[in-house]
């Protein structure tokens, strides 16, 4: 099962993301994205299962069971949503490479580090999780092969 990147950016380990939680993958293993725009896209074929109202974090369900968390920034929920917009909701079906949400990144990135985490919350039902070796990201780019 493949996961692709929902974001141009640069690629960054999770054990290197500067909030414990994620760097000692607390809810679930995955990777991150330095982005370089503030445009998000489905990395999955699936459905939103959750939308946080502060519009930073979105959890997807994709069709063959891989539950998937991506969460924009660190502490970016203190903004209260301000700078973020959703195109989706939960319930809606998406493909990979549909807009889920936008951010102003010059604004977030004033206050906040802008990774953005793409956590694999049901880490434990699968053997192996291997990332991309690609440092230089674009949308659409393998960068989970689940197994």
């Known amino acids: 099962m493949k996961v692709y990147c929902p974001a141009k950016g640069k690629r960054k380990l999770l054990e290197n993301v500067n909030d414990e939680a994620f760097a000692q993958k607390m ?3 995955g990777i991150a994205v330095i982005p370089s725009s503030g445009e998000v896209f489905s990395p999955v074929d699936g459905e939103v299962t959750m ?3 502060t519009k930073h974090a979105i959890g997807l ?3 063959d069971g891989v539950e998937v968390l991506v969460h924009i920034g660190i502490d970016t929920v203190e903004l209260n949503g301000e700078g973020f917009s959703s195109y989706v909701k939960q319930g809606d079906k998406v493909e990979v490479g549909s807009p889920l949400l936008s951010f102003d990144l010059n ?3 004033a206050q906040y580090e802008t990774d953005i985490m793409i956590i ?3 880490t ?3 053997k192996n ?3 991309t070796e690609i440092e230089n990201l674009s949308v659409m780019d393998e960068l989970l092969d689940i197994e």
């Open 129 to 131: 999780i291997y990332q």
């Open 107 to 109: 604004k977030v990135s």
């Open 61 to 63: 369900k994709s069709d």
């Open 51 to 53: 939308l946080f109202p």
């Open 124 to 126: 434990s039902a699968y």
């Open 120 to 122: 694999i919350t049901n």
């Open 27 to 29: 809810m679930g293993d």
